[in-house]
């Protein structure tokens, strides 16, 4: 049984499930794109999805041109991906919260406000000793 297995197609059927996995992520992560309330989830969405989206389908790339070097270069850029989106993501949100974009209506935003509340106590203690010292 084993010798008539033919792995250049076990190889196409995996690297073609990668693929499919991955564009079917990023179909998700455009729709809600599309479909969500505010800023804040959209750009949720859209990191997620596209990162692991991206990610799989550079995975099925590897897998299909199994060559060493081809996986190492698809490893070190998912890698990248994976480490970099969240951090832009992040920078992005940080900077819509201070531009005062506003968030969907029901949000629940008693953690946000706290931290806020503690953020604005704290950098005010910090002038007051700037000032006396």
């Known amino acids: ?19 499919l996995t991955g564009v079917a992520f990023m179909l998700i992560s455009t729709i809600g794109l599309l ?13 997620k999805g596209a990162t692991l989206g991206v990610g799989l389908i550079l995975m099925g790339l590897g897998i299909y ?7 190492l270069k698809v490893l070190v850029i998912v890698s990248f991906t ?3 989106a969240p951090v832009a ?4 949100g940080r900077t819509a919260v201070q531009n005062k974009i506003p968030f969907w209506d029901r949000t629940n935003l008693k953690e ?4 806020l509340q503690k953020e604005d106590l704290s950098e ?3 002038d007051i000793k700037v000032k006396k010292g």
């Open 1 to 19: 049984m084993l010798e008539k297995l033919d792995l250049l197609l076990v190889r196409e059927i995996i690297s073609s499930i990668f693929i």
């Open 35 to 47: 479909r969500f309330p505010d800023f804040y989830i959209r750009m949720s969405a859209i990191t």
């Open 65 to 71: 041109f199994n060559q060493p070097s081809m996986l």
């Open 82 to 84: 994976f480490i970099t």
């Open 89 to 92: 993501a992040h920078v992005i």
């Open 112 to 115: 946000l406000e706290d931290y």
């Open 124 to 126: 005010k203690e910090s």
